[in-house]
T-cell receptor, first 113, second 117 residues
Framework: DSGVTQTPKHLITATGQRVTLRCSPRSGDLSVYWYQQSLDQGLQFLIQYYNGEERAKGNILERFSAQQFPDLHSELNLSSLELGDSALYFCASSTGAGNTEAFFGQGTRLTVV | AQTVTQSQPEMSVQEAETVTLSCTYD???????LFWYKQPPSRQMILVIR??????QNATENRFSVNFQKAAKSFSLKISDSQLGDAAMYFC??????????????FGTGTLLAVQP
């Protein structure tokens, strides 16, 4: 158990809908990262938050947004869903210091039908 | 931009034998970290081993060791005495070491390792 909790584990939704994925980082970790794993794109970095502030953005679509709350949990919002958004979405957390590891949650499997 | 390349989509090894997974990367940075992650069927991403670029000594974690060739930008993973539980997808990953930079990971495409009994 990495200490990073993601909910839900599985999500099935229809095209055009909006979903929210939730992540609780390890105790003490200030940084949260979101990654997308799909068959055609592989593992891609989406976005990073550090202590409530956006730190870095990767290949995140405009239809996607995220935030980190004062209690440090994070949510990834995916809207106007398309079939191609079906993927495994990982959250990872770290202390945020330069040489510390990132620990991954078990992921949320999103299926858009 | 940094890139990570894993040229072996699939590998197979007999139980108790040794296997080496390849990874090359491209970067203009001198300070960085390299990682191998394991993803078993449970989907969990598990850190196997890490290597700091400034360290010349190759990292070792029990049966797992790396061959880090900085000049060649090569970072291979050797698994000794392979076990059935080692069967998984293995990802090589890069992270910048510069202060203030994001700690995001850049992943390769993965190598699916099968372990034959």
């Amino acid at each position: 158990d990495s200490g990073v909790t993601q909910t839900p584990k599985h999500l099935i939704t229809a095209t055009g809908q909006r979903v929210t994925l939730r992540c609780s980082p390890r105790s003490g970790d200030l940084s949260v990262y979101w990654y997308q794993q799909s068959l055609d794109q592989g593992l891609q970095f989406l976005i990073q938050y550090y202590n409530g502030e956006e730190r870095a953005k990767g290949n995140i679509l405009e239809r996607f947004s995220a935030q980190q709350f004062p209690d440090l949990h994070s949510e990834l919002n995916l809207s106007s869903l398309e079939l191609g958004d079906s993927a495994l979405y990982f959250c990872a957390s770290s202390t945020g210091a330069g040489n510390t590891e990132a620990f991954f949650g078990q992921g949320t499997r999103l299926t858009v039908v | 931009a940094q890139t990570v390349t894993q040229s072996q989509p699939e590998m197979s090894v007999q139980e108790a034998e040794t296997v080496t997974l390849s990874c090359t990367y491209d970067t203009s940075e001198s300070d960085y970290y390299l990682f191998w992650y394991k993803q078993p069927p449970s989907r969990q991403m598990i850190l196997v081993i890490r290597q700091e670029a400034y360290k010349q000594q190759n990292a070792t974690e029990n049966r797992f060791s790396v061959n880090f060739q900085k000049a060649a930008k090569s970072f291979s993973l050797k698994i000794s005495d392979s076990q059935l539980g080692d069967a998984a997808m293995y990802f090589c990953a890069y992270r910048s070491g510069y202060g203030g930079a994001t700690n995001k990971l850049i992943f390769g495409t993965g190598t699916l390792l099968a372990v034959q009994p």
